[in-house]
């Protein structure tokens, strides 16, 4: 019996995170081929994701880390954005990918790439696990997605309840019966 096993649903398996993790490395290892890769991963959400595709991807690539903090209201973010850790590099010529969790209202991305295309990058793309469509409030261009998800609170992969469940092996949905 897991610590989980009464509040959390599999959604998706460890394997099928896997297994879509390794095609999606194997196609942004062929659309970079030749190219400078940067990984900005969005903590704290998205390091499981993000260390998981690195190790699929066949380039020498580089990984930064960005902190940001979304202001809720309720569960719903509200759109105003912190940076509570920023880049320790230039960004300028740089082929950027950043790396999400999740894209929700897709408020939160907007803001991230109003941000760093302020710096210039040579080019800027979007890398999400999950998206669930449903909600979206402003249209984002995902360039490679894991999956899309319904309208459900998921936890696991990295994603988190109040900081917790954040090392599940697979994503989840918290139970409400
Ligand atoms: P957005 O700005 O609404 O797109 O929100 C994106 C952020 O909200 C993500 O980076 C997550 O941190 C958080 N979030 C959205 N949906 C979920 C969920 O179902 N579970 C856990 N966190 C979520
Ligand atoms: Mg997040």
Redo the contacts with the bound molecule.
């Keep these: 019996m897991a610590f989980h096993d009464t509040t959390v649903e599999v959604m998706l398996t460890a394997e099928q995170l896997a297994a879509r993790t390794k095609e999606l490395g194997a196609q942004i290892s062929k659309d970079y081929q030749g190219k400078d890769l940067t990984l900005v991963g969005?903590m704290k959400?998205s390091i499981f994701f993000l260390t998981d595709l690195a190790r699929q991807i066949d380039l020498p690539l580089t990984m930064e880390l960005m902190g940001l903090s979304?202001y809720q209201g309720g569960t719903?973010?509200t759109g105003e954005v912190r940076i509570t850790s920023d880049l320790t590099k230039p960004m300028n010529g740089r082929h950027v990918l950043v790396v999400?969790?999740?894209?929700?209202?897709?408020?939160?991305?907007q803001f991230l790439l109003e941000n760093l295309a302020a710096r210039h990058p040579a080019s800027l793309k979007v890398a999400t696990l999950l998206e669930?469509p449903s909600?979206a409030k402003v249209k984002i261009p995902i360039d490679y997605k894991g999956f899309v998800i319904e309208d459900?609170?998921?936890?696991g992969y990295g994603?988190?309840?109040g900081e917790k469940y954040r090392n599940l092996p697979f994503v989840g949905v918290m139970r409400t019966d």
């Design positions: 969005i959400g979304s719903e973010t999400e969790d999740i894209i929700d209202t897709g408020l939160t991305m669930k909600r459900r609170f998921v936890v994603l988190d309840y």
